[in-house]
C-alpha cells in the first residue's frame, strides 16, 4: 500500500451513535499530521463544515474508513470500487458481517494500516445492466446482491440464459444474484450457500420457488447472466442493489448481470480471518452462550 497522507470518513447518519467515535478518531488522525476528507453530512455530526459532496471523496483519498454498519459500507462501496481506494469497515452495528473491525479494534488496526501490516482483499462487484428494447436504461454496481421481485407477495416469471445459452425459468417470489460478499446477506436466508469472499463466482438463489427442484447453482465469474422478466406488470417488478437502491422492471426488459470491471479494496485486519467471523456472527462450533467463545 502506498503512503497514506489523506483518509476520507463516511459515517453512519445516527448522531448519538457516531458523534462520540467520529470526534475522537479526527482527533487521533489530525495529530498524527493527516489530512481528513470528510462529506457536509458526516462532518455536520461533529458540528464541522465540509466543502465535500461524498461522491468527490474517493478520488482524492489514500485510504477510507466507513463508521457503521453493513448498510453504511455497501452505500460507499459503490462510491469507491472505480478508484481503488482500500476501505477500513469499522462496525457501529450489530452484525457486521463485512464491517468486521470492532470498534475497540479501530486504533490498534489503523496503526497497523499506516505501518502497511495490513493485507488487502478484492471483493468482486455485480455490474447490472437493465435493457428495454435492447436499449440500456439502467447501468449500476452492487456489491452484495442484485434482487428482482414484486412488490406485493406474488409470483414472478423469470427466463434465465447464461452466455446466451438458456438455463432455467423461475416461478418464485423473486430471484437473487449474489456476489460471494453477499453469500452471507439475503441469498443465506433464501437456501443459499456460504461462498468464501475471495473467489470469484456468480450465486443465483430463487426466492420459495414454486418447483423446490429449483436450487441455488453457482456460476463461474466469467459467465454473463440475462435474466428476463415474463410476467405481466399488473403489480410492480422492482430490482434491487444491495437492498438500497432500485428500479421497476416491465415485461420482456432483460436485466444483464455480470462481473463488474473494478473490485472493491478491503483492508483485511491482521490477525482476523473470515472462518473466525463466520463462527462469531453465525454460532458456529459452541453455543453463544459459552464464555470460551470466540470475541
Same mark, same amino acid.
Given at each position: ?62 485510504? /477510507? @474508513? ?6 453504511? =459500507? $455497501? #452505500? ?9 481506494? &482500500? !476501505? ?35 471483493r468482486m462487484l455485480l455490474n447490472a445492466c437493465l435493457l ?50 453477499g453469500s452471507t446477506a439475503y441469498s443465506l436466508s433464501a437456501?443459499?450457500? /456460504? @461462498? ?6 456468480? =450465486? $443465483? #438463489? ?9 436450487? &441455488? !447453482? ?78
Amino acid at each position: 500500500m502506498d503512503t497514506i497522507k489523506k483518509i476520507g470518513i463516511f459515517s453512519k447518519q445516527k448522531p448519538d451513535i457516531s458523534r462520540k467515535v467520529l470526534r475522537e478518531l479526527a482527533s487521533w488522525l489530525r495529530k498524527r499530521n493527516l489530512d481528513i476528507l470528510m462529506a457536509q453530512e458526516t462532518a455536520g455530526i461533529i458540528g464541522e463544515t465540509s466543502d465535500f459532496k461524498k461522491e468527490a471523496i474517493p478520488s482524492k483519498a489514500d485510504l /477510507i @474508513i466507513v463508521l457503521g454498519g453493513d448498510g453504511t =459500507l $455497501l #452505500s460507499v462501496a459503490r462510491l469507491t470500487h472505480p478508484f481503488d481506494v &482500500p !476501505i477500513l469497515a469499522v462496525n457501529l452495528g450489530s452484525l457486521g458481517f463485512l464491517t468486521e473491525v470492532a470498534l475497540p479494534d479501530l486504533y490498534k488496526t489503523l496503526e497497523q494500516v499506516l505501518k502497511g501490516e495490513s493485507g488487502i482483499e478484492r471483493r468482486m462487484l455485480l455490474n447490472a445492466c437493465l435493457l428495454r428494447g435492447g436499449k440500456t436504461v439502467q447501468n449500476d454496481f452492487a456489491l452484495n446482491d442484485v434482487v428482482i421481485n414484486k412488490k406485493a407477495a406474488r409470483i414472478v416469471n423469470l427466463e434465465v440464459h447464461v452466455n446466451g445459452q438458456y438455463m432455467t425459468s423461475y416461478r418464485a417470489d423473486g430471484l437473487i444474484i449474489a456476489t460471494p460478499t453477499g453469500s452471507t446477506a439475503y441469498s443465506l436466508s433464501a437456501g443459499g450457500p /456460504i @461462498i468464501h469472499p475471495s473467489m470469484n463466482a456468480l =450465486l $443465483l #438463489s430463487p426466492i420459495c420457488p414454486f418447483t423446490l427442484t429449483n436450487r &441455488p !447453482i453457482v456460476i463461474p465469474n466469467q459467465s454473463t447472466l440475462q435474466v428476463q422478466l415474463t410476467t405481466d406488470t399488473e403489480e410492480e417488478v422492482q430490482v434491487t442493489l444491495d437492498g438500497q437502491s432500485g428500479y421497476p422492471m416491465s415485461r420482456d426488459d432483460v436485466l444483464e448481470i455480470k462481473q463488474g470491471p473494478t473490485p472493491v479494496s478491503m483492508i483485511q485486519a491482521k490477525g482476523k480471518n473470515y472462518y473466525q467471523l463466520l463462527r462469531r456472527k453465525l454460532h458456529w462450533g459452541r453455543p453463544a452462550d459459552d464464555p470460551k467463545s470466540d470475541s
